[in-house]
């Protein structure tokens, strides 16, 4: 009995090795699982230290500096035109000329004035000089010579008067040739030759075109910042149409003296150039103004990180 208990024993012991070792050849040939991905490439850039503007940008206008109405000043038919719709004109420039010849009759007049008052001067004044001595030895009253030097005094104010109206006559005469008093470019024009206009006609507007004004607002805590760069006349300030099609920068040149208490916003303008005349005022722009400077700031080029994020989307692909 015990011979037997040995012996199964034995063949318990031989069959579990023999499942052991089937069971590791079995898993010494199991498949393989699919080979992993490989680890996406990296880009790597090098950041920069370097000081770094911070600039807010505003709506604004273009103004000009100067814009002129011209009215006559005095009453008359235009005779002459001196220029075309929308042309440039120099400061100086002929832009009218009322018919003059009403003024000239004017002036003529005038003279012809002088020339009455001075003989009665003159005849005053020999009065006064022959009845001097009459009256020193009491030939005549001192009323009659009184009255004399009262005639003389009374011409010198007259002829005075008349010199005067003279001058009138002659400014009057200069006003019917209206001229531009500053250099830029025309409107068209409100009146034409044969029109007749008086004191209270807008006869056309100039328009100085460069350099231009460009009026924003902005906000009251960029006011050290403007002082800052209207003090060290800094031009760095932009003003540029939507998409880039015109792009001009220019310096500070008026800051108003209160903020606007209902948008806490301040009137500014800057001053741009326009020499090549491919601006015009009323026209509405982006000022890009610089509020502030980063120092020592850290910054990653956009041009890497562009290639990179254009990488990463062609690997999605």
Known sequence: ???????????????????????????????????????????????????????????????SVRTVDIIPRVSGWIDTQGFSNGQSVTDGQMLYMIDPRPYRVLVEKAKADIAVVEAELKNATDKVVRNRPLVEVSAISQEAFDQMLANQRTAEANLDARHAALDEANLNLSFTRITSPVAGQVS????????????????????????????????????????????????????????????????????????????????????????????????????????????DAISIPATRRRRHRHYRRSRRR
């Open 1 to 63: 009995m015990a011979e037997q208990t040995d012996t199964n024993m034995k063949k318990t012991r031989f069959i579990a090795a023999f499942t052991l070792i089937f069971a590791a050849a079995a898993c010494s040939r199991a498949p393989q699982g699919p080979a992993g991905m490989p680890p996406s490439p990296v880009r790597t850039t090098k950041p920069t230290v370097s000081d770094v503007a911070i600039h807010r940008e505003y709506p604004g206008m273009t103004m």
């Open 188 to 295: 068209a024009t409100n009146k034409y030759a044969g029109t007749s206009v008086t004191p209270q006609t807008t006869l056309v507007t100039v328009r100085q075109m460069d350099p231009l004004w460009v009026e924003f607002e902005p906000v009251d805590s960029d006011i050290p910042a403007l002082r800052r760069m209207q003090l060290a006349d800094d031009k760095s300030t932009q003003a540029s149409l939507p998409g880039g099609a015109w792009t001009r920068s220019g310096k500070v040149v008026f800051i108003d003296n209160s903020v606007n208490r209902e948008t806490s916003t301040i009137r500014t303008r800057i001053e741009v150039p326009n020499t090549d005349l491919m601006m015009a005022p009323g026209a509405y722009v982006t000022v890009k103004l610089q509020v502030a400077e980063l120092k």
